[in-house]
């Protein structure tokens, strides 16, 4: 199996969103369900002038990520789907689900770490990132890799993506890669925080 991966380059990304809206556009939701979400992190604080008062900022930072799903190796929603709806590709690892099996029980929404099925109410169903399977069927590619202005994302062989990038995959605000071993590498902001840092804060994740 070539296992297909992302490559997610934060230090490109602005913010700009124009992922999260090419592939709203393709999956045709609505407001609420978004299979791709740019996640700000920011942080930092204030020093202040003991004889002035002035306030000047310290240490200030800001980043972008870029997520959908990581197509994992030992994908949760997977392992929960009680109806066989979400499945792994043999062929290219990708992980998908089959509408007509889905039963909107929820069961992947709650366990999955990265948020990455969504429940689409006018449906009753659940859908995530399939990689645009469709449009690379077509020999296109997937929406949100093919609209950034950055060209911060990009899809291929995870193995080739790692030998090019390296195999960094675990950055704030994102969780710990080892619970599905996700097939993505972090090309890290250089502002980008550890798992371990804690001054930092997300923002935007709801909006």
Known sequence: MAQKGFLINSAECTGCKACELACKDVHSFEIGPRARIVREVCGGGWTVDEKTGAC??????????????????NPACVEVCPTGAHHKDEETGIVSITADDCIGCQSCVKACPYGAPQFVEAKTITEKCDMCAELQAHGEEPACVAICPQRALKIGDIDELRAEYGDVRDIQPLPDSAQTEPNVVIVAHRNGRAAADDDWRMLSLEQ
């Open 56 to 73: 000047t900022p310290a240490q200030v930072f800001s980043y972008s990520v870029s997520y959908s799903c990581g197509h994992c190796e």
